[in-house]
């Protein structure tokens, strides 16, 4: 089954938001750790952020409690 992805949703067109401006952002996850990055590419089920040392870092949506502009 292949999911549509919903580019009319407000949290979608944030992320891309995000990544056209290359922000820093730091990406929470309901496990508590905390991610800091750029996020780089974004699909129906992922983000994938870009840390500082140039690390990518796949995550699943579903695993995000909260994304904001790092400050």
């Given at each position: 089954?292949?999911?549509e ?27 508590g ?39």
């Amino acid at each position: 089954m292949i999911t549509e992805f919903d580019t009319s949703l407000p949290s979608v067109r944030q992320i891309q938001n995000l990544i056209q401006q290359a922000a820093t952002i730091q990406l929470k996850l309901l496990t508590g750790d905390t991610l800091t990055g750029k996020v780089i590419w974004q699909d129906a089920q992922c983000v994938c952020l870009i840390d500082e040392n140039s690390e990518q870092t796949t995550v699943w949506k579903q695993a995000i409690a909260y994304i904001k502009p790092k400050q």
